[in-house]
């Protein structure tokens, strides 16, 4: 006995619901892995809610700019996720590679604390220190012999050499703290010479 129907009208419908099959499994594919990635870039930077800087003059007599960073309230953030940006004299430069490691047996935040693969950009704006103890400034938080965290109540300096760059009074300084796996920028301070 043979059967009345016709199984020719099978193969479009199946390829059709293969063909739906498939349009939806690579889709949730691209949602999942979109959103996954969206989800590591929206990731908020720390939020440092009160800092202070200051700029002062060497009292060691090189007439070099000290600058002071002071982290007051908000998040604590690891130094190895810093970099400083230091606008000065129409010049650019970053401290990077933090913290600064010992290299040398006088390279402590006393004497040497950075040396040149520390900076980038204009590498003679910043100084890496002065030996012999003739230093009035500290490294702080960046230099690897401290807790190399940069939380309430922690602070860091930087010099700002004079003969690359003879700040006046009423000259600006910005210094940006930025935090690198989010590249948000959670301390931004415009010091003024006097």
Same mark, same amino acid.
């Given at each position: 006995?043979?059967?009345?129907?016709?199984?020719?009208?099978?193969?479009?419908?199946?390829?059709?619901?293969?063909?739906?099959?498939?349009?939806?499994?690579?889709?949730?594919?691209?949602?999942?892995?979109?959103?996954?990635?969206?989800?590591?870039?929206?990731?908020?930077?720390?939020?440092?809610?009160?800092?202070?800087?200051?700029?002062?003059?060497?009292?060691?007599?090189?007439?070099?700019?000290?600058?002071?960073?002071?982290?007051?309230?908000?998040? @604590?953030?690891?130094?190895?996720?810093?970099?400083?940006?230091?606008?000065?004299?129409?010049?650019?430069?970053?401290?990077?590679?933090?913290?600064?490691?010992?290299?040398?047996?006088?390279?402590?935040?006393?004497?040497? @604390?950075?040396?040149?693969?520390?900076?980038?950009?204009?590498?003679?704006?910043?100084?890496?220190?002065?030996?012999?103890?003739?230093?009035?400034?500290?490294?702080?938080?960046?230099?690897?012999?401290?807790?190399?965290?940069?939380?309430?109540?922690?602070?860091?300096?930087?010099?700002?050499?004079?003969?690359?760059?003879?700040?006046?009074?009423?000259?600006?300084?910005?210094?940006?703290?930025?935090?690198?796996?989010?590249?948000?920028?959670?301390?931004?301070?415009?010091?003024?010479?006097?």
């Amino acid at each position: 006995m043979r059967l009345l129907g016709s199984s020719r009208g099978v193969s479009p419908v199946v390829s059709n619901i293969l063909l739906v099959a498939i349009v939806v499994v690579l889709a949730a594919t691209v949602s999942v892995v979109a959103f996954g990635f969206a989800q590591e870039t929206t990731q908020p930077g720390p939020i440092v809610g009160q800092s202070s800087g200051e700029l002062t003059s060497d009292v060691s007599g090189s007439d070099d700019q000290i600058v002071r960073i002071t982290h007051v309230a908000g998040d @604590p953030i690891d130094v190895s996720n810093m970099e400083i940006v230091v606008r000065a004299c129409g010049q650019r430069a970053r401290i990077v590679n933090l913290p600064a490691p010992t290299t040398r047996t006088t390279s402590t935040p006393t004497y040497l @604390p950075f040396d040149s693969g520390n900076f980038e950009g204009n590498q003679n704006l910043l100084s890496t220190g002065q030996p012999f103890g003739r230093q009035s400034w500290d490294a702080g938080v960046l230099h690897e012999d401290t807790s190399n965290t940069f939380t309430a109540g922690s602070s860091f300096e930087f010099r700002i050499k004079n003969d690359a760059c003879g700040l006046d009074a009423g000259d600006q300084v910005v210094v940006q703290v930025v935090h690198t796996p989010t590249n948000s920028v959670p301390i931004k301070k415009t010091l003024t010479a006097t």
